[in-house]
């Protein structure tokens, strides 16, 4: 079975770090782009970062100024979020999700989500 397991969620205050981890399992790791996406309560969905794991490029949303980089260790089957300078307005649910053969672009922006879903990690920074 296909699974995505979020980790790495927490309470911190604004200026902290974060690391988000997503573990993948059931699907060939290297055939598919991986990202990070967001839910605020009464906001739509945002995806925050991609990556493709083939190719390691990646997409990084307008908003988030250089703040966050994503990775993935490809030994481990993992995906990985640094969040750092983090805002009040980063507050949210965090998801990852997984789409076959696709770019990061087209995975964070154009479809905001795979076809695959971890449990969402709440990610909570206060002023």
């Known amino acids: 079975d296909v699974q995505l397991q979020a980790s790495g969620g927490g309470l911190v205050q604004a200026g902290g770090s974060l690391r988000l981890s997503c573990a993948a399992s059931?699907?060939?790791?290297?055939?598919?782009?991986i990202g990070w996406f967001r839910q605020a309560p009464g906001k739509e969905r945002e995806g925050v970062s991609c990556?493709?794991?083939?190719?390691?490029?990646?997409y990084y949303a307008d908003s988030l100024t250089g703040r966050f980089t994503i990775s993935s260790d490809n030994a481990k089957n993992t995906v990985y979020l640094q969040m750092n300078s983090l805002k009040p307005e980063d507050t949210a649910v965090y998801y990852c999700?997984?789409?076959?053969?696709?770019?990061?672009?087209?995975?964070?922006?154009?479809?905001?989500?795979?076809?695959?879903w971890g449990q969402g990690t709440q990610v909570t920074v206060s002023s």
């Open positions: 999700s997984a789409l076959v053969g696709a770019s990061p672009e087209r995975l964070c922006h154009y479809r905001i989500g795979g076809d695959y």
């Open positions: 059931g699907f060939t790791f290297g055939d598919y782009a």
């Open positions: 990556i493709s794991i083939s190719a390691g490029s990646t």
